[in-house]
């Protein structure tokens, strides 16, 4: 039963954490203000979470996982389907999109915890990416391939980072047109 609470609790936070960055931004979720949404005392929501940043970490996290080709993990993803599902996370949830910018940005300058993290989660993205381009392009060389996963997803999130700044920017159709070798022939 205590489980089952812990795991309400956990899901209430993570709620009033993704409902605060959508209505207040990154600067108006703070640790008070989710335990206000949440109706939590702060003790229960350092039970479950370290920092203010590891709730909205494990919220953007939960997004990005929901847009994902192939959840399971089975090496059957799409180069397309990798840069759609980017595009349906930079487009549909925006708020979250900014907030994942920013903190890979300004977060993980003082906070080498979240530097590991956010690196450790972009060198999985390039391996997929790389991983993608074998299957579609066997032919290309493993160090080439490497390099134009990483300029790929490189190339993705400067993507994202214009449509945080500017939200009239058609990042699905330059997206896109990275995709279909507009800027990066195979």
Known sequence: MRYKAGLETRDRILDATRRL????????????????????????????????????VTVVREAIEAVDPDPEHLG???????????????????????????IAVSGTRNNP???????????????????????????????ARSRRAETLVSALNGIALHRVLDPRFDAAAHSRALLNGALIPL
């Open 21 to 56: 960055i959508a209505e207040a931004g990154l600067e108006g979720t703070t640790i008070k203000a989710i335990c206000d949404r949440a109706e939590v005392l702060p003790g229960s929501f350092y039970n479950l979470f370290d920092s203010k940043e590891q709730a909205i």
């Open 76 to 102: 059957k993803d799409t180069l397309a389907a990798l840069v759609e599902a980017y595009i349906v996370f930079i487009t549909e949830q925006s708020d979250l999109a900014g907030v994942y910018i920013a």
């Open 113 to 143: 915890d979240l530097r590991e993290r956010f690196l450790r989660h972009h060198e999985r993205r390039v391996t997929r990416f790389a991983a993608a381009i074998e299957r579609e392009h066997p032919e290309i060389e493993a160090g």
